[in-house]
């Protein structure tokens, strides 16, 4: 495909040159000779990449184009449909990634030859990974490799020697999930790995697992150890590339050891995929509120074994589903809407889970861990009875909602914290749950007393017997079942915050800095923008790219190491350390920070600035973060860091045209100062940065004392006089 055939919207420019979109927009205002638009429309146009490219290295703005943007553009230029053509990218990943001689073999020879020995070498090793279902994946793929199509895969070829297969994939197939986000529903990679290691641990043998609403796999590519993964999902197209993706990252390469992957299209309820197969684990993020789920057609289908669900319970239908494909004593998770724990038309239905012993846990997500994020869903942890057992007397309720660290919400999340709590509480559940959920025989332990204190973490979990759920409601929401944790804790830890308290508070005392006399009127400096010192090498700019995950269901450290670290919005809005997990495959090369340089939010007005220091050096820079780089023989960081602090300097950088204030850091003002006088200048601003700091330790200490006093108040362990 000719280059200048290439189109690039205006978000496409803002990834080659790493910036934001704002910025786009205002070079295509500010310069006359910016490439006028070749299609799209009004509101998006399209431009085209060979003419943006080189008025981007004209200006300064880009080296080369990388190939990942390249290979990106070709796929979405292909004649063939987005999915068609990444679905044959897929299938020359896999065939590169299993048989690389092969794929060598053929590159070596001339794209009409490639194109018609590359379908047989294709279908051979789609065959062991796919079985008979090969033949409906490969028809999304138009089950041929167009000439076409050659110079498109062989670029793909050049990518995956460069980040590897599965990582190109991913790739790819992120951008394409990213350009279609209406059309699908994701499920976050944290608690995909939080399900997958409730059902399916990392320590057990190896599982045969099924996602009967698949979407893009998310869920069943967390399992740390399938022996076959089966995922229906309804998208003909979207089948075809989830199975390419669960196929990638499996971990073996040998046709003897291949990971068996089963992947077929269609409505679930309605046209079961799978109706003979039983599995070990089903994980599942159902579709919510559907209304046309089927219930008059299916009114006498054997998965209702608890009851037929109302129309207007169709997340319970999946609930039936995914136990009526468990053998017995597997596990199932499902993402459910609290509304599913509460609704009366579903009463009858959870009772008849809990009096089975089919429903194990039921756990509160923090709102902001998933779609939709305005709500904090849950997670139900089901087991199936096996013949004979007698069911559980408890159910395990963990409310979250507590640990969601500062601020809360999407993208601000403490996952670790959160994933942690739920798997140290399944596991002390789970462990006291009898000889196990396998054996028919065994005896479960006694249910506890009446008022009894029933096992768990105050604030966080409680095991429940199941007797106290079976009234008129039956309501499963944990917040109602979990009382809350008292912050004061007892008159002891009380006394130590009161005197770290004391101790920070004196510290601030010695820290405030005293204003030293000046004039009246205000300095008048020559001054320059960072635009104009990164022009003439004095600071280096780039933007961060990089989106923060969840760490792995794994226990890990609280704080990831620095090569895994990413620096988000919030941690230098909040002064906190770096705590996002890098993906796995990226989108981007990660921005690496490194000490001195200077962080800068771009987005809220730009009312915080932060230094790098040695123990962040390392980390990769999230996004709406942007890092001046300083010359140390030029400009002093701290210096630098002061400056744009200035109340009056980001206010003028700032842009106003939408409800998001936007700081445009190249229009950020410094003054032209020699560096000695920087440096006077930067020690200042550093004991200034000391002094904040202090004063937010001082503020959280003083939070925890009072609403400590109040709780052991009300509590009776803090005696009024």
Known sequence: ?????????????????????????????RHADFPKPVGGTETSPAFALSDVERWLREQGKLAEVPLRERVWQQLADSPATAAATLTRAGFALLLLRERPSTWQELTARPDERMAELLPTAVEQVASVRFGDDRHALLARACLEFPRQSIPFLRSVGELADELGPRQTYEFLLGRFLDANIRQYT??????????????????????????????????????????????????????????????????????????????????????????????????????????????????????????????????????????????????????????????????RIRAGLLRRGALRAVVSLPAGAAPPYGIPLHLWVLRKPAAGQLPSPEVLFVDTADLSGAGGGRDRLDWQTVQNAVLDAWLAFSGTDGPGTDDPGATPPAAPAAGAPQPGRTGVSRAVPVIELLDDDVDLAPA???????????????????????????????????????????AVWPTTTVGELARAHALSLRAGTTAAVPAPAAPAPARPSPRDAVLTEQDVLAGTPPTGTLPDAPDDEPVRLEAGDVVVPVLGGGSVVRVVDERDAGAALGRNLQVLRPDPQALDPWFLAGFLRGTANTRQASSYASTATRLDVRRLQLPRLPLADQRRYGARFRALAAFEEALRLAGRLGEQLVQGLYDGLTEGTVRPD
Request: glycine residues 6%; aromatic residues 4%.
């Open 1 to 29: 495909m000719p280059e200048s055939a290439s189109e690039v919207t205006a978000a496409g420019i803002a990834r080659l040159a790493g910036v934001g979109r704002a910025a786009v927009s205002n070079w295509r205002r």
């Open 480 to 522: 109602r079942h979990v009382p809350p944790a008292a912050a004061g804790g007892d008159v002891a830890e009380l006394e130590r915050a009161r005197a770290k308290l004391t101790e920070t508070l004196r510290l601030t005392g010695e820290l405030a800095p005293a204003p030293t006399a000046g004039t009246a009127e205000r």
């Open 186 to 347: 994701p499920t976050p990679p944290g608690p995909a790995a939080l399900m997958a290691a409730l059902a399916a641990p990392p320590q057990a043998s190896a599982a045969t697992v099924l996602d009967p609403a698949a979407g893009a796999g998310t869920l069943l590519r967390a399992v740390a150890r399938p022996a076959a993964l089966y995922a229906q999902e309804a998208d003909p197209d979207l089948t075809a590339l989830t199975a390419l993706r669960l196929a990638l990252h499996a971990d073996a390469v040998s046709a003897a050891s291949a990971v068996c992957v089963r992947a077929r299209s269609g409505d679930t309820l309605r046209a079961d995929a799978f109706p003979d197969v039983t599995v070990d684990a089903v994980l599942c993020h159902p579709p919510f509120n559907e209304r046309n789920w089927g219930h008059d057609e299916l009114s006498y289908d054997p998965r209702w074994e608890y009851g037929l669900p109302a129309r207007t319970e169709s997340e319970l239908a999946w609930v039936q589903h995914a136990l009526a494909r468990l053998r017995p004593g597997g596990t199932a998770v499902l993402l459910m809407p609290p509304a599913a724990a509460s609704r009366r038309s579903g009463r």
